[in-house]
């Protein structure tokens, strides 16, 4: 399981707020690691799921007109 001390590394990097952040990603393990920082997570799984799916998920969260 990936280290939260990963994301709050990338948070400050990044100058925003946690929850102005999107992390996608295929593993659910690291997904929840950055959520647990109020960052929001999308798993998608690229070349097994159609792009629309995750146009959805991002529409779904608001970040996605």
Known sequence: KPEVRFYE???VRAGVEPE???YVDDNPDYVAAA???GITGIVYHCGRERPKV???RLSAA???G
Request: charged share 20%; with cysteine; hydrophobic share 60%.
């Open 20 to 22: 102005e952040i999107v």
């Open 62 to 64: 608001c970040l996605l």
């Open 35 to 37: 959520t647990q920082l």
């Open 9 to 11: 590394k990338a948070i």
């Open 54 to 56: 995750l146009a959805d």
